[in-house]
């Protein structure tokens, strides 16, 4: 089945090491997204991509950064993760334009030690 | 995007159906109705959207009022898998690249 695909499931690392989290899709979809959902808390949205383009929200803390190198997947940069930075880590896929709905994995859990 | 109310709960048996609503008042002429849900431990999941008609698929229901101010979701035979948190979401067309502004949703438990 066509989806998105997020490795790993759930991801330990040290305060300050930096870490990387992937999503690939196999949907083709020229749109991907990055959402950090913390403990009881509505996802919250990072960046996303638009094809190429990177577009980060205006609220993402500069230690979050994302990669594309093709449509397929996307990486997740935390370049010195802290305690709060704690989450589960959603990619989500959808089309360009329209009332298109987004497709999520089903996320990273980050626990940082 | 307008704002959207649902309860913070809500109890169904299993096999029957479980009747979800959403308030959204202030809904604009070219806002769309979307429903996600979000089982434990998993990303939100696509259930149906709408912006006038009610629209059905094979998950799920949406009935929206004739003056577009509040939807419901019908799961027709509630099973125990449909317990969840159920997002109603209002937001514009054309906004493919824009965050989905997910509320508290509604906790919908399913018991047999």
């Known amino acids: 089945d066509a989806m998105v695909i997020q490795n790993p499931r759930y991801q330990v690392t040290q305060f300050g090491k930096p870490v990387t989290l992937s999503c690939s899709q196999t949907l083709n979809h020229n749109v991907m997204y990055w959402y950090q959902q913390k403990s009881s808390q509505a996802p919250k949205l990072l960046f996303h991509y638009y094809d190429k383009d990177f577009n980060n929200e205006a609220d993402t803390p500069d230690n979050f950064q994302s990669r594309r190198p093709n449509t397929s997947f996307c990486f997740l940069d935390i370049r010195s993760p802290g305690l709060g930075d704690a989450a589960m880590y959603l990619c989500a896929t959808s089309r360009r334009g329209g009332n298109q709905p987004q497709h999520f994995g089903d996320g990273t859990r980050l626990s940082i030690l | 995007d307008a704002k959207t109310t649902q309860p913070p709960s809500m109890d169904c048996a299993e096999g029957r159906a479980a009747n979800l609503p959403c308030n959204h008042s202030?809904?604009?002429?070219?806002?769309?109705v979307y429903w996600y849900r979000q089982i434990h431990s998993q990303g939100p999941q696509y259930i149906i959207h709408?912006?006038?008609n009610n629209e059905t698929n094979e998950m799920a229901s949406l009935i929206i009022t004739e003056d577009r101010k509040s939807s419901t979701l019908i799961l027709p035979h509630a099973t125990l898998r449909d317990t969840a948190v159920y997002y109603c979401?209002?937001?514009?067309?054309?906004?493919?690249?824009?965050?989905?502004?997910f509320g508290k949703g509604t906790t919908l438990s399913v018991s047999s």
């Open positions: 709408g912006l006038k």
């Open positions: 979401i209002v937001r514009v067309e054309n906004q493919a690249g824009t965050a989905l502004i």
């Open positions: 202030t809904i604009s002429g070219n806002e769309y």
